[in-house]
Structures are given as C-alpha cells and as structure tokens.
C-alpha cells in the first residue's frame, strides 16, 4: 500500500514537472516571436536566480528590500492595531518568509490560534519559510500561483475570521499598470468586507539612483538577468550564447518603470529544442526581461478605490522612499 502511494506521489510530481516545462517552451516561444522579443520575469527565479536575488537584496545600491524590512519591524504593531477582529494572515509570493516575522508576531500578539497560508510556486521557499516562521503561527503552505492560492485559502476561511493579505516587496511594481488594476480587482472579488490588503510599493525617485539599484558595479543583477538564458539553455535544451549579450537597464520616464532588457552583442541563431522553435537575434536588438513600476504617494488611494478597497493607513521609509499600503475592502 506504502509503495502504491509512493509511486503515485512520484508520478503526480513528474506530470507536474512536464507541464511546468512545456508551459515554460510555450511562454518563451511566444515571448521571443514577438516584433520587441521578450521573456516573462517570473522565469528569473529558478534555484540560480532565487539565489542571486537574494544576493542583490544585501548590495548597498539596492535598498527597496531593506526599506521594506525597515517599515515592517517598526510599524508591525501599529499595522496590526489598524485591524479588527480575529484575522488570518495569506501572504502573496512568501518567499522564504523572512520579512513576515514581525507581522506575525503583532498579530499574534493578539489572538492564540492565528494562521498563515505562505503563497509561492516555489516548494523550496515555503519550506524555509515554514521553518524560519515555526512556532509564529498555524502555517498552511500553498504550492500555487497568487490567484490560485487565495482561492485555496478562501475555502478554508473560519467563521468570524477576516484575511489580511500581504502582497510586500513591491512586487504590484512587475505588472504593468493596466494588468496591476486588473489583478487588483480579481483579488478583491475572492476577499470580503473585512478583509484587508497590506501592499509594498516602490516610490519615483531618481532615474541614476534606481539605475544604480538594477545596474549595481560589481555586477550581480547582470548575473540574474543573464542566467534566464541560462536556465533556458539548461531546461530547453537551446543555444544562447550568453557572451554575446550584456545586461542592460533602462529607466522609461514617460511610464516610471525600470526596464531590464538583455543586449545583443553580435547576430545569433537560437534554437530552443523543447520549444520546437529557432529565431534569428540582430545584433544591437534586446530581449525585455522585466520591468518595475514605480508609484507616487498619490496614485496609490486611487488606484485602491478604482480597483474596489479603502485606503486606511500607509508608512512610508524616508531612506529609500516605500511605502506600505493598508487597504480594506469596500462593502
């Protein structure tokens, strides 16, 4: 019976490895076939990439990671205050849940029986995260995306209790405006009156400091940005060659955002294998690999009427100006 379940288990983690992998050929062949070619920035963050990241969150030039830290130690127990009734906590993209000890630990501070549903497609980063927050709270991890999770957390909602949602980091800065709108509502009609979303949003600030932040000297972000040929080279079976290319950061005024794109260095032919696909890359063309909205303070409590919350409170680092957001949803 052991070995029956064994080999089902396995079964179901390899299909789901098959699936992930052709979604993947699927996404960067339709990225790269576009006039502007592009690949989608959720592929940086492969065990290399994650790795990487993380690395580049400790580099002086980089201070948005350190300002989000910085509001959530000092104002856990004021964002807890601003709460009402017993609540669970679902958090968007948990990572390895390092920044989220302090909210735990003010809301917890106020309720016994406290839960925390992690969010991330990454198993390996909702297990650190159970470990790092053992003992903070009842911890349900969800191997899913954003949407799909909160769904999965819904259905588990106790009586008389209310979410707060984290969505920290500033990660609403990788979609583009209109499609951040977009999955703001989609995640106000999965939430109730009550419930309450704390947001990380990165604010404009200069154009040479944020290209500074994502062009850092010693080369570590064009390390990340670089290894999302790699990683297409390694499960794809394609032929980047990542010599011919540098990495490149771009801040667009007209729309806030940093872009990072990857710059050819000669002509190349690519061939993706398990993409079925080949392309031919120009030499001075790049390939747009992501892009970091940057918000004012003022745009923030439209964009939460628009898309169906309250503003309530936000704190902002004077540092490296960020903020967070605590919106409630409207009735």
């Known amino acids: ?35 502007h070619k592009e690949l989608h920035s959720k592929y940086l963050y492969d065990r290399i990439g994650s790795a990487l990241f993380e690395t580049i969150t400790f580099l002086p030039e980089y201070g948005l990671t350190r300002a989000d830290e910085r509001l959530l130690v000092a104002y856990a127990g004021d964002m807890a205050a601003a709460l009402d009734g017993p609540i669970d906590v679902l958090e968007l993209g948990s990572g390895s849940g390092r920044k989220t000890r302090g909210i735990l630990e003010a809301v917890g501070n106020n309720q016994r029986d406290l839960l925390y549903y992690p969010i991330d497609v990454s198993a390996e980063a909702l297990g650190r995260c159970s470990r790092e927050l053992h003992g903070l709270a009842g911890i349900i991890p969800l191997e899913e995306t954003y ?16 979410f707060l949602v984290l969505f920290l980091g500033s990660t609403i800065g990788n979609f583009e405006r209109r499609c951040a709108e977009g999955f703001l509502r989609d995640l106000r009609q999965r939430l109730q009156p009550g419930d309450a979303l704390l947001l990380g949003a990165d604010l404009v600030k200069s154009p040479e400091r944020l290209i500074l932040a994502y062009d850092d000297p010693t080369g570590v972000t064009a390390a990340f940005n670089l290894n999302l040929l790699g990683r297409v ?12 290319f540098r990495h490149q950061a771009i801040y667009n005024e007209s729309e806030r955002r940093i872009e990072m794109h990857l710059h050819a260095l000669a002509n190349q032919d690519v061939t993706i294998a398990a993409a079925d696909f080949s392309t031919h890359i120009r030499a001075g063309e790049t390939i747009w690999t992501e892009s970091s909205h940057k918000y004012s303070l003022q745009e923030l409590p439209v964009l939460a009427e628009r898309t169906g919350f309250t503003p309530r409170k936000h704190w902002v680092d004077q540092e490296w100006p960020f903020v967070e957001a605590l919106w409630t949803v409207q009735p």
């Open 1 to 35: 019976m052991l070995a029956s379940t064994s080999s089902r288990i396995e079964k179901t983690r390899i299909e789901k490895t098959r699936f992930e992998e052709s979604e993947f050929a699927s996404d960067v062949r339709a990225g790269l076939s576009k006039p």
């Open 147 to 162: 949407l799909a999770g909160v769904d999965k957390a819904v259905a588990r909602r106790r009586k008389g209790h209310s």
């Open 233 to 244: 080279n390694r499960e794809l079976g394609a032929n980047f060659d990542l010599r011919a």
